[in-house]
């Protein structure tokens, strides 16, 4: 979009100096000094010395100067040093403004505010201006208000200085009547709908361009803007609008551009847009609650650029989009677009880049033989079946997550193929520019035709995820290629060693049915290769030494296969490796690791691996992953890796590891620490509180923020990452993470010999996630600690000998989802409320004194529990508190009435009258019944008054 304005800043520029008469005469002599000073002052930024102001010298005309315009009779009117690499010297003194006849000024793509140097507010002396550009200079602070008083500006371009603000769009716009185009993209604005919406409409009558990108406005977008009847351009890139797009853009008859990508729009838009005769570039992508459907489009169009990208468009893409001629760009990628690719496309003569994947298009894709520009094709990730394409010009083709299948055809004559069936058909012999081939995760099958090794400048080719069976390397030319993914597909036999050096740097030939050793020079054949995968296949044998002869190897992964003997020692002592994985394989041993060690991640878990080359980890000091699960491992607890600060993931489940886990000096150890497992070992002994309130990451929240196990980026295209799994016990489940959010955390200490009670300090590690004591000899009672942890979704603390009652304050763990206390000694009855309420009977079974729901029914009497037994003979009887309160309550308040009445004499006259008085009022018949009673009562009354 950037090039888009400074193409729009260059026809500006241009049509300035067609404007401005050409010099005619000699400069006036002391214009002439000004620019000589103002050259004098300025600064550049080192190694780039200036190409415009070489010629400016005393000796010649001052008009003839490179980037000066003067007029008929010697006056400077326009002055353009823009992308001179100036880092300073433009301050309110400077002698630029001594030229009061300037017209022009461009001093854009610059680094004027590098040293914090605010736009100078002498910028207002130049009145006579009418072009005024200061884009991309770093400029700081507030736009100065003098610049309002250049009332005869017609261009205003501030854009790209992101530490710019403006006091008020009202107050810097309210004298520019004549102003056509403002550009003040990426300066900081912060105003409303209902401000700036105004400003622009009541200050500028005559605008033409408005462009504010990226400058924290808000929506709505206010019927004033329909004022704007000369709106040519409408650029709000990148700002929180929220709110639909008005259908009186569609009444703006001149405009060309409408670009409102990131706008947070939603609601339907204006189908009325899309056919207005003058539009050329619309860009509504990145608003994914903007909904609608392209309508017809009407005969010679003059749309160029389409962009609804990330939104919710959807429906069929009509037949008539062919009827924009001038089409060249068209992005529609994750929208929801169905049915068929129109065939009206073939028209598209003009189309450069076409993208429209992750929509729901089926069927054949058009041939486009007649646009003999395209360059860009990504369709991947529809329902595509068939395709034929032969344009010489094509780059980059994705046709990934389709529905291809069939082989790939060696075409020789592109007649005889037609698109009538669900095969892939591509004639790419004349691709001689193509550099990007994915054709991944899809039904192919067959051989890999020769024509795809025959493109000679082919950087990246994916094939994965297909069935293809056969890879005949001896026509193989590899010179150029950069990256190749051929995994998971049906390969068989022999690893390819390929007849000339590989200059790719990522490798993938993993999943596949290769069944052979590895062969010993294959590591001369990849030389420069970062990324090396031969992971699940059936390979058998040693691991090559050649492996090293790779020295910019980051990461191999040969996981998954049967490889026996030795990891090699080049390997261990390679400065250049990050990360080595070869889990799953029957290595017996691993040669130490050097000092200048530089794995991040270290894999060698389910081996048949003894313990002696542990000690050597100290070496690696930027570690993050270590995973030596199931091995044979026969040492004490590792405590020489505490000092190992990076270690987010300690994995040493299923080995014989022995004896206690306290480490001396473990203050500020593993800070980072996420996941620690070291379930099915024969550790023994107390856990120290001391040592969990170390683990810094546990104890602290954490933002859901993926953290990626092994990432390693390219600068191919893209990121790419080769992902490492880590197998973890959670919920009772084990579960492989292939990568780990920030906010997981993991605690494992299951099947060992841990005894002594749970420390309470656990209760610290606040974002604990998952905790594993199960099938240990802990005592004691269950922490009340366990309730701080608020983030906790895994408790399982069965099969140990833990006591007393559940602490009612594990009823406060609101996502806790699996809970196991089975088979402990716990009495009492079991909590009730929030996430307990969940729980089956599985969660608290084996604990004889325990009783309640989920186990037995509620007691309503509340007097009586069930008989205790064995060791939970002398346990207390619960009384049910809220069953027996109200019952308490009623009895009380009975007998101190009815005691008040037999006992206090005053009490009883008073309630009796009382009560006589409220019968009559409601039965008045009663008082000739009882009248004579009543005057009995009044006169004993006076009498007893006496």
Known sequence: MRTLLHFFLFLITLWVSIIIPPVHSQCIKDQQLSLLQFKKSLVFVSLHPSTKLISWNASTDCCSWVGVTCSRNGRVLGLDISSEHVSAGIDNSSSLFHLHYLQSLNLADNLLGSDSQSIPSAIGKLANLRYLDLSDNRYPGKIPIEISRLT??????????????????RMLVQNFTELREL???????????????????????????????????????????????????????????SAPVPGFFANFSNLTVLSLPGCELHGTFPKEIFQLPSLQSIDLSFNDQLDGSLPEFPRNGSLQYLDLSWTNFSGLLPNSIGNLKMLSTIYIQECYFTGPMPKSMTNLTRLVSLSMSGNKLEGSIPSFSGAKNVNFIDLSYNGLTASLFSLPLLDYLDLSSNQFSGPLPEISNVSSYLLNGPNLELDLRNQSNLSHLDLSNNQI??????????????????????????????????????????????????????????NANYLDFSRNYFISIIPSTIGYVFPRTTFF????????????????NSHFLKILDLSNSSLSGTVPHCLT???????????????????DFSHNCGLKTLDISENHLQGRFLKSLVNCTQLEVLNLGKNLITEPFPCF???????????????????????????????????????????????????????????????????????LQFDLDGIYYQEDTITVTNKGLDMELVFVLAIFTSIDFSYNKFNGSIPKEIGEL????????????????????????????????????????????????????????????????????AQFSTFDAASFEGNKGLWGPPLTADNRTGFSSPKLEGNHSNARHEIDWDIICPEIGFTCGFGIVIGSLLFCKRWRKWYYSAMYNMLLKIFPQLEQRFGHHRRHVYVHQRYWRR
């Open 641 to 711: 890796l505490r000092n190992t600060s990076t270690l987010r993931v300690l994995v040493l489940r299923s080995n014989k590891f022995y004896g206690h886990i306290g480490c001396h000096k473990t203050n500020g150890s593993w800070p980072v620490l996420q996941i620690i497992d070291l379930a099915h070992n024969n550790f023994s002994g107390e856990v120290p509180g001391t040592a969990l309130t170390t683990l810094q990451a546990m104890r602290t929240s954490k933002d859901a923020a993926p953290w990626k196990i092994n990432n």
């Open 183 to 241: 550009y003040l993209d990426s300066v900081q604005i912060s105003e409303q709908g209902s401000e700036w919406c105004q400003a622009i409409s009541s200050s500028l009558p005559n605008l033409k361009v408005l462009s504010l990108s990226s400058c924290n406005l808000s929506g709505p977008l206010l019927e004033s803007l329909a004022k704007l009847q000369s709106l040519s351009v409408i650029r709000l890139n990148w700002n929180n609008i």
């Open 573 to 591: 002592t390679m400065w250049s490796l990050e990360v080595l994985n070869v889990r799953r394989n029957n290595l017996t041993n691993v040669d």
């Open 152 to 169: 005869r500006l017609v261009v205003l371009a501030l854009s790209d200085n992101v530490q710019l603000g403006s006091p008020n769009l």
């Open 445 to 502: 099958n067959g051989k890999i035709a020769d024509w795809i090794w025959s493109l000679n400048n082919l950087n990246l080719l994916n094939l994965s995820c297909n069935s293809l069976g056969s890879l005949e390397v001896h026509s193989i030319n590899l010179t150029n290629l950069n990256y190749l993914d051929l995994h998971s597909n049906q390969f068989h036999g022999q690893i390819p060693i390929f007849p000339s050096p590989c």
């Open 766 to 833: 606040k974002s604990l996630y998952a905790l594993n004591l199960s099938n240990n000899a802990f005592t004691g009672a269950v922490p009340s600690s366990l309730g701080n942890l608020s983030q906790l979704e895994s408790l399982d603390l069965s099969k140990n000998k833990l006591s007393g009652q559940i602490p009612p304050e594990l009823t406060k763990l609101t996502f806790l989802e699996f809970l196991n206390l089975s088979y402990n000694q716990l009495v009492g009855r079991i909590p009730s409320g």
């Open 533 to 548: 995968s031969l992971s699940s296949n059936n390979l058998n044998g040693i691991i090559p030494e050649s492996l090293c």
